[in-house]
């Protein structure tokens, strides 16, 4: 009986280490799901945009769809998306802000769409700075909304820390990475096997501007106990709303989403 506990405790033991070390190594795959293109491909959207390369360095090319307003916008929304595909997969939420006079420019992380590069925490974070500097130039700071979804409300909420802004808008943000992967590797030191951190909680705490998060009841992959966190770290003047029955890619299908976002955009 001894030598059959101690034998599964072994097979336990080197599923545990076979398990770790597989997620260290391949995390990049687990995490994100980029479709790369080709520098040439064209997009075949049906809201007026322009299709905008920036060169950061020599390996680094920032690739931005900026889709425009018929009059002359009232301010622009730098929109932050989520771990998959590509812009392309996003374009169609473009409308939730064009319709308010707000132009939306999208950016893909390197190694989405038709951006390059390396693929760290601390180039999502320059790309986004980047992003925004070109944004100051044809807007004033109060003119400016940052916009993250999913994956992209860390990196939102890392500018909106550091960058004057209008307003920071989170739908269905995490506490932060590590958190994140503790919900799903409870017995694992996540900390320290995780390369990217994204401490959406840390960031809040340096956010002056109004903050907004739209979450759902029945988030799956970003669970509404993870991001519930974060509400305590909210000012006084900011909100935390609560979309009974959303899920993580659906909230653009309740109407409380609608009617709250769109008075943030009055």
């Known amino acids: 009986m001894k030598k059959r506990i101690i034998k599964w405790i072994k097979i336990l033991l080197l599923i545990y ?18 479709v790369s293109l080709k520098p040439g491909y064209k997009y075949n959207f049906k809201q007026p945009h322009r299709d905008i390369n920036m060169k950061l360095d020599s390996v680094s090319n920032l690739n931005v769809i900026e889709f425009t307003t018929g009059d ?26 064009t ?88 017995i694992y030191p996540v900390e320290k096997m995780l390369h990217y951190k994204m401490p959406t909680y840390h960031f809040l705490a340096d956010i002056k501007v109004p903050v907004t998060i739209f979450h759902g009841t029945n988030d799956w992959i970003i669970p509404y106990s993870n991001a519930i966190k974060l509400k305590p770290i909210l000012k006084s003047t900011d909100e935390f709303i609560t979309i009974d029955g959303g899920s993580h890619n659906d909230l653009n299908n309740y109407p409380l989403f609608h009617q709250k976002l769109d008075s943030l955009l009055k």
């Open 17 to 34: 280490i076979i398990t770790g070390i597989g997620f260290y190594l391949l995390q990049d795959m687990i995490l994100f799901h980029p």
């Open 72 to 97: 002359s916008a009232r301010g622009v929304v730098l929109y932050f998306h989520g771990n998959k595909k590509n812009i392309g997969w996003y374009a169609k939420y473009a409308d939730n802000f």
């Open 99 to 186: 319709k308010q006079g707000y132009e939306v420019w999208m950016i893909d992380y390197p190694g989405y769409g038709k951006s390059t590069g390396r693929f760290t925490e601390e180039d999502l974070y320059r790309y986004a700075e980047a992003l925004y500097q070109m944004a100051r130039t044809g807007f004033a700071s109060d003119s400016i909304i940052i916009y993250g979804k999913s994956m992209g409300t860390g990196i939102a909420a890392e500018l909106a820390s550091t960058h004057l802004c209008k307003q920071l808008i989170l739908e269905t943000p995490y506490y932060s990475f590590t958190e994140l992967g503790k919900h799903y590797l409870p």
